[in-house]
Nanobody, 124 residues
Framework: QVQPVESGGGLVQAGGSLRLSCAASGRSFSNYVVGWFRQAPGKEREFVAYINWSGRSTSYADSVKDRFTLSRDNAKNTVYLQMNNLKPEDTAVYYC?????????????????WGQGTQVTVSS
């Protein structure tokens, strides 16, 4: 099975940028839709974005559209989430997940394989 591993989180000021990476260990990522979710303290895990296996199709939550960009490099077995113009409300633990069925792509329930998460903190 595939095991996602996130990296790249950290502390940044509002208006700044971060790039998160999600690397696959175990099996290749190339046949999976890869999604990003986030969870702030006291809140439910919420959808951020997903990218299909070829990288040609992406979808974003309204709250991050035009600020976040997904890309993937299947040769490197890695998906990238570029986050620009970060806001304090983007503060959360960000999780990468893999979906093999192509269903429920904006739902936590659609993803069987999850990483451990990486903390993103945006200061005002």
């Amino acid at each position: 099975q595939v095991q996602p591993v996130e990296s790249g989180g950290g502390l940044v000021q509002a208006g700044g940028s971060l790039r998160l990476s999600c690397a696959a260990s175990g099996r290749s990522f190339s046949n999976y839709v890869v999604g990003w979710f986030r969870q702030a303290p006291g809140k439910e895990r919420e959808f951020v974005a997903y990218i299909n296996w070829s990288g040609r199709s992406t979808s974003y939550a309204d709250s991050v559209k035009d600020r976040f960009t997904l890309s993937r490099d299947n040769a490197k077995n890695t998906v990238y989430l570029q986050m620009n113009n970060l806001k304090p409300e983007d503060t959360a633990v960000y999780y990468c997940a893999a979906n093999s069925g192509g269903w429920n792509l904006r739902s936590v329930r659609g993803y069987a394989y999850w990483g451990q998460g990486t903390q993103v903190t945006v200061s005002s």
